[in-house]
């Protein structure tokens, strides 16, 4: 977990980041001069920001939830993070959002960019996936002796919790329930039903 965690909240941070950032540069013909066009890794492609959102809420979620449950966020984080490596890779060389700004510069729907460069923000981008998939496949395989959420969050009709289980069987047999001294809500319930606490 000490290493799932960082591992997954730096993966999305820098794929965040990095979508921000300029993935291609080039130069758009416009007459006798050129001009400087550039393309973000949003223009390029939305997804790797789009999954690094959901690996984020899945690194979240996985403390929510239990058993099954478990399994299904940490694979969700482990594809999360997978899909941003594929997607960085694959879109680095792509020059279509770089046209589409020449066209923009220019005002020609189908100017080319000249003199394209990829910076290293997909590279970037591909290693927060990275992160992210290694924190997911560490939640496949350690997940389940990591803490979760309080059992007091759960829904109505769940499973109560052995104290609760034991106030009803003792309201049901007509005794008084035990009184935890540690504990304000217990003592407080017992002076409301007119017990003395301290004579427990």
């Known amino acids: 977990m000490a290493a799932a965690l960082p591992a997954g909240a730096a993966g999305a941070s820098l794929v965040l980041v990095a979508a921000g950032k300029?993935?291609?540069?080039?130069?758009?013909a416009f007459g006798g001069t050129r001009l400087p066009v550039h393309a973000s890794g949003t223009d390029t492609t939305a997804l790797p920001g789009a999954l690094a959102l959901v690996g984020l809420a899945s690194l979240v979620a996985?403390?929510?939830v239990r058993k099954a449950g478990r399994y299904a966020v940490a694979a969700l984080l482990a594809l999360s993070g997978l899909g941003v490596v594929v997607?960085?890779?694959?879109r680095r060389g792509d020059h279509a959002a770089i046209?589409?700004?020449?066209?923009?510069?220019?005002?020609?729907?189908?100017?080319?960019a000249e003199h394209t460069t990829s910076t290293g923000w997909p590279l970037v981008s591909a290693a927060g996936g990275a992160l992210l998939l290694l924190a997911g496949l560490l939640a496949l395989r350690y997940g389940q002796t990591w803490p979760a959420m309080s059992s007091r969050y759960d829904r109505p009709g769940a499973r109560r919790p052995?104290?609760?289980r034991a106030a009803a069987?003792?309201?049901a047999?007509?005794?008084?329930?035990?009184?935890?001294?540690?504990?304000?809500?217990?003592?407080?319930?017992?002076l409301d039903?007119?017990?003395?606490?301290?004579q427990a």
């Open 22 to 28: 300029t993935w291609s540069r080039g130069f758009a």
């Open 62 to 64: 996985v403390f929510a």
């Open 87 to 90: 997607m960085a890779l694959l």
């Open 99 to 112: 046209d589409t700004a020449a066209g923009t510069a220019v005002g020609l729907a189908h100017a080319t």
């Open 162 to 164: 052995v104290r609760a």
């Open 169 to 171: 069987s003792a309201a």
């Open 173 to 190: 047999a007509g005794r008084p329930a035990a009184v935890d001294p540690d504990r304000a809500e217990d003592l407080w319930k017992a």
């Open 193 to 198: 039903r007119g017990e003395d606490p301290t």
